[in-house]
């Protein structure tokens, strides 16, 4: 749990008081590999902090899934959107690796937000955080070709580069995997 409240505290600080209820709200669960978080239709209801692992969102296809995010250790992870509707999920997130989580239900975070000082200004910070990641993320596959996607991934997350199969980075940038080995091929 030191690694929730050192997250936590870099958004903003967090009194023991406030911290021993949230803490008290959280569980943790250990995951196998490909494991589903979210299913396609059901309704989010847990925020989690991923204290191992890496997950994946994707929209599940016939032909093909597509990838559209992931979500690495010491980062929160949630279907927002689902979560804060309580609406049936668009897509579905599922582990990638052996997985650990802390987690929190709806009905305490809420709570959380009621009782505490710093629960909504930490909620609106990271809602903000998300909000400036599908921002830039929706730029890029609007604005940049898939060669410059790449290249921005290798410099702002490079741990995807080295962790995550090939067929998932390739849907995530928005092209084939013999497409991407192409553009892998052409930089180095």
């Known amino acids: 749990m030191k690694e929730i409240r050192k997250f936590i505290e870099n958004i903003s600080p967090m009194t023991d008081s406030d911290w021993l209820f949230f803490s008290s709200k959280l569980q943790e669960v250990?995951?196998?590999?490909?494991?589903?978080?979210?299913?396609?239709?059901t309704i989010e209801n847990h925020l989690s902090f991923i204290t191992k692992g890496i997950v994946r969102f994707y929209v599940p296809r016939e032909e093909a899934d597509v990838t559209f995010g992931f979500l690495f250790e010491n980062e929160f992870v949630t279907g927002y959107d689902s979560f804060l509707t309580q609406t049936p999920s668009e897509y579905q997130i599922e582990t990638l690796t052996d997985t650990i989580l802390w987690k929190i239900s709806h009905k305490d975070l809420e709570e959380v937000y009621e009782r505490t000082v710093s629960g909504n200004i930490i909620g609106r910070k990271m809602a903000e955080n998300m909000f400036?990641?599908?921002?830039k993320r929706e730029l890029s596959l609007l604005s940049k070709t898939a060669e410059e996607r790449y290249l921005d991934l290798f410099s702002d997350r490079p741990k995807l580069l080295q962790q995550i199969p090939l067929k998932y980075l390739a849907s995530y940038i928005g092209v084939t995997p013999q497409a991407l080995s192409r553009i892998r091929r052409r930089i180095t």
């Open 30 to 41: 250990t995951l196998k590999k490909n494991t589903p978080l979210l299913k396609f239709g």
């Open 132 to 135: 400036l990641i599908k921002s």
